[in-house]
């Protein structure tokens, strides 16, 4: 993607991202006794904003350098110069980095009981320009683990699952129509309507009515894995009003650095990282840097323990 696609496809990322209420999705397990202590497996789920290294393209992206420079040293399959999402989240739940779907065979049994990463970078809810599975399909990976890896109800009660949706259903439309703005537009202007409907109508969970909407097929996937909890309750959190929170933070939000030119990623289109890495807010187009994911969780930390805490 040139330079322009790549701050569209963002642009765009960022505008739906609103519409769909944000794109991460903390869905709350169903022992409401459990104190937040007890969450000790996370399920994830999702695209590259979550994706611990499941993907296996090697010669570029995520398993390339300069990717992974700051953490581990060396490319770690993560889109990110270092710690992303679903690190800072088992961090804030007190538990190791569950194991990815990939490595789930090659690893120490005892490694599984900290839960399991299904998220694939490029995917989507529909299916996108990755050959990767997209949200049903990781879905079901993880339903084939119930009964025999995972046992439920135990073990799901115990769990968070983290849902990203981060845009690469969008992407995939943007690049769909290179080079034609106007066509893109075109294409575009119904998904709006079909998005911004779905927003009004206020969808529910459980409908049977057949839907196509990105916000309904994520809804319905949650929906799936919160019938797998007995659990119908969840927690939307909010990225896009995070992050502009934090574009905004001029020094009024304790802890959070200033980042200084939001839209300019560290890593350059010609491949050159940029000096300060805690300077930078994005990586690349399109994914933040490790400082950005820690200022990210610093802003929702209190928001996600309350909740993962058991209701009054
Ligand atoms: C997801 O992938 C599965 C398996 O490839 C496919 O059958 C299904 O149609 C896809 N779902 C969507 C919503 O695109
Ligand atoms: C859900 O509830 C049903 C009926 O109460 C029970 O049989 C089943 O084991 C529960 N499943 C989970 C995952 O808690
Ligand atoms: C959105 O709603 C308007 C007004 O109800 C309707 O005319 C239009 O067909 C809907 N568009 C889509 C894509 O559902
Ligand atoms: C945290 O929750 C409060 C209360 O519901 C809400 O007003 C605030 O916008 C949330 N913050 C973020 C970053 O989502
Ligand atoms: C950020 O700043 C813009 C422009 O100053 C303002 O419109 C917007 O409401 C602010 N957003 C947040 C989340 O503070
Ligand atoms: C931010 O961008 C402006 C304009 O391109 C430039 O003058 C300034 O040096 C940049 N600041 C940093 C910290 O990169």
Request: hydrophobic share 35%.
């Amino acid at each position: 993607m040139n330079s322009i696609m790549k701050l569209l496809a963002s642009l765009l990322l960022f505008i739906f991202s609103s519409l769909l209420f944000g794109d991460v999705v903390v869905a709350e397990s169903l022992n409401q006794k459990d104190p937040f202590s007890g969450r000790n497996k996370l399920f994830v789920f999702g695209d590259s904003y979550v994706d611990t290294g499941n993907t296996k393209t090697t010669d570029k992206g995520a398993w390339a350098f300069p990717y992974g420079i700051t953490y581990p040293g060396k490319p770690s399959g993560r889109f990110s110069d270092g710690h992303i999402s679903t690190d800072f989240l088992a961090q804030l739940l007190r538990i190791k980095l569950p194991v990815t779907y990939a490595k789930k065979d090659d690893v120490d049994k005892t490694r599984l009981q900290y839960g399991m990463s299904f998220a694939y970078g490029g995917t989507g809810v529909f299916d996108t320009y990755v050959n990767y599975p997209n949200m049903t399909a990781q879905i079901n990976y993880f339903e084939q683990l119930l009964g025999n890896v995972y046992s439920p109800p135990s073990d799901l009660s115990s769990s968070v699952a983290l849902v990203s949706v981060a845009g690469n259903d969008y992407i995939t439309l943007v690049r769909a129509y290179p080079n034609d703005p106007i066509g893109l537009y075109g294409a575009f202007k119904p998904f709006i309507r079909k998005v911004v409907n779905q927003t009004e109508e206020n969808p529910h969970l459980g409908s049977e009515e057949d839907s196509n909407t990105i916000i309904d097929t994520t809804l319905k996937s949650v929906a799936k894995l919160n019938k797998e909890n007995n659990h119908s309750a969840f927690t939307i959190i909010d990225y896009y009003n995070t992050f502009l929170a934090i574009f905004n933070n001029t020094g009024g939000i304790p802890g959070i650095p200033t980042f200084q030119n939001i839209s300019i990623p560290c890593l350059g289109d010609d491949g050159k990282v940029c000096d300060d890495r805690k300077s930078a807010f994005f990586w690349d187009g399109i994914h933040p840097t490790q400082e950005g994911w820690k200022s990210v969780y610093k802003v929702l930390r209190h928001n996600i323990t309350a909740a993962l805490m058991p209701k009054a």
